[in-house]
């Protein structure tokens, strides 16, 4: 069944109810944090990543603070950290004497770590609403520089634990004409699960997509590889990926097609916290034909992510997808340039 706008504002709706509904879970709000300007917080440590830290308090709810504008951090629960280095390791949180430090209290004893070294928190006992990151992105645009009136509704879901990062994405593209209507429908569930040495990471993908432009009017794939961390750090995530997956596809003619291919993949992520606030984000996957020698496909995307007040961003993205061996109803290539909202939920 082709992934619909109203079915995915369903879902996003059903999430954020659910979400709201989890503030009854949480911990006292009794951790600080202190500013770069010498004020204190009160309130709850609900977790740091990419280079935020988000906080909760009774006043202002939950705050999305620059790691940068932290001095330091006081709690006497326990959390996971990760750092630089991917190290990984448990214990409380302390007031260090040491600017941009944080005194990490573990088994070990007690240690002064840089602000700066920690790529992550994450609270033991965090609720649902913690660990769940949900992005709901509406867009409207031009489609392959026609005149085509264009609409774009993306869902994206990212849910932690202790040593995986398992994300739900779909998107769905209807671009109208006075002559015909293209659709652009993909769904995708991914797991990356980190080894001993979290460098590296496994990487297993299930999806399904539909595109009027490539004439496919199904394809299922499911994807394994293996993954590693180029870089981590609070301003830039870099990692790659090799593997292979199967595909089944059907296109616009009936005909089907079971396949093996290579899967070549890299991801990138960079942000900015000086005004403009920005995100940039991008991935690029290259397929190999093995079983079907001499085909080649492709696809990717990039979005810039502005920050507009709290929650809420402008976005600018662009995607595309490559087949050098579609049928005749099809185009080798399909692309796109979308400009709209995103809601971090």
Known sequence: MPFSIGGAARVALVILLLTAGMDALARPKTDIVVLANGDRVTGEVKGMRNGRLSFGTDSMGTVSIEWD??????????????????????????????????QIVHAGGVEDVPLDELVAITPIENTLEERLDTVVNL??????????????LGLRMVYLD?????????????????????????????RRHLWQDPLYFNYYRVGWERNDQLA????????????????????????????????????SLGET????????A????????????????????I???ITETGRLRADGEITLSWEITGDLNLSLSAYGSYDNETNQDGDDYDYGITTGVAWDL
């Open 139 to 152: 867009g409207y645009s031009d489609f392959k520089a026609s005149e085509a009136r264009t609409t774009e």
């Open 216 to 251: 496919i009017d199904s394809r299922f794939v499911g994807s394994y590889g293996i993954g590693r961390r180029v870089f981590d750090s609070n301003r830039t995530k870099l990692s790659f990926i090799g593997g292979l997956q199967v595909v089944s596809e059907e296109d």
């Open 266 to 285: 890299v991801d990138y992520r960079t942000w900015n916290f000086a005004a403009p606030e920005l995100d940039l984000v991008t991935g690029v996957r």
């Open 69 to 102: 504008g932290v001095t330091t951090l006081d709690s006497n629960h326990f959390f996971r950290f990760r750092t630089e280095q991917q190290d990984r390791f448990f214990g409380a949180l302390g007031e260090s004497e040491i600017d941009r430090h944080v």
């Open 162 to 190: 202790e040593y995986s990062e398992n994300t739900l994405e779909a998107r769905s593209v209807v671009a109208e004409s006075e002559t015909e209507t293209n659709t652009s429908n993909r769904v995708d569930l991914a």
């Open 287 to 289: 397929y190999p034909g």
């Open 257 to 264: 097609t079971d396949s093996l291919e290579g899967l070549l």
